[in-house]
Structure formats: C-alpha cells, structure tokens
C-alpha cells in the first residue's frame, strides 16, 4: 500500500448543521490525516468549473447551486490508499444504499445533500487537490 492524497470537501449541508468537528473525527480514527484545510464560500465560477465533469449531466445546476449555497471545507487527506480509505468511510454517494457508520449515512439529509464529495481516483485526486490548494498550503 502507498501514502497517498486525496481531496474531501464537507458539503454545506453538512457545515450548516455544524458536523465539520465530527466528520473529521471519523476520518482521523480511520487512519487519515488533514494536511491542509480551508473554509470557503465557493462561487458560481469555482463550482462550475470543479463540477464541469458533471456538465452534460442531468443534476449539474442542481449541484452548482447546491454547492454554492453555504460555506464548505476543502481539505486535503493523507494515508495509506488514501482515496480507497475515504470513499469507504464515506459511504455510497446515496445514503439510502450507505453502510453503517459511514458519514452519508449517519449525516447526509439525501442523494444531493450527501454531507461530503471525495475523489474517486488517485489521479482526479491529484486534480483536485491541485485546484484548491497550492503546494505550499499543504503540511504533512
């Protein structure tokens, strides 16, 4: 297994309801490290671009504004298969399908408003990271 990192965001339904403290308790007891984290109210430019994967989708005004409707906290986790570590604490994106004692399905309000995003590969991982955080922001 390698260290890697990942990008997590905790979604504003998440920081409305005041979980910040608590989804990043789960993610140390698993083993994860934040080496960088901010608190930001992203624009409709940020959510835009970091979701035009997503353009051709169905949901993505819906997710755009979603994301823009509150602040959210962007951090960067370091571990061992960091990106595989994460998505498993996660949980399934809808929470109706999540294990227990994972974050979407203990926080999350629905399939939208799922509480947290996390990179599904090293390599969009790196992409992420890189589009919130410069290297310098990052403490290990």
Known sequence: MAVEQTL?????????????GKINARLE???LRIVAQKRLH????QA?????????RPFYNDLVEFMMSGPVVVQ?????????????VMGETNPANAAEGTIRKDFAESIEAN????SDSA????????FFFSRTEIVG
């Open 123 to 130: 390599e969009n991982a790196a992409k992420e990271i890189q």
């Open 115 to 118: 509480s947290v995003h996390g």
């Open 48 to 56: 835009e671009q970091f979701y035009e994967v997503h353009k051709e």
């Open 8 to 20: 997590s965001i905790i979604k504003p339904d998440a920081t409305r309801r005041n979980l910040t």
């Open 76 to 88: 960067v986790l370091e571990g061992e298969d960091a990106v595989a570590l994460n998505r498993k």
């Open 29 to 31: 007891d698993a083993g």
């Open 42 to 45: 992203l624009t409709r430019g």
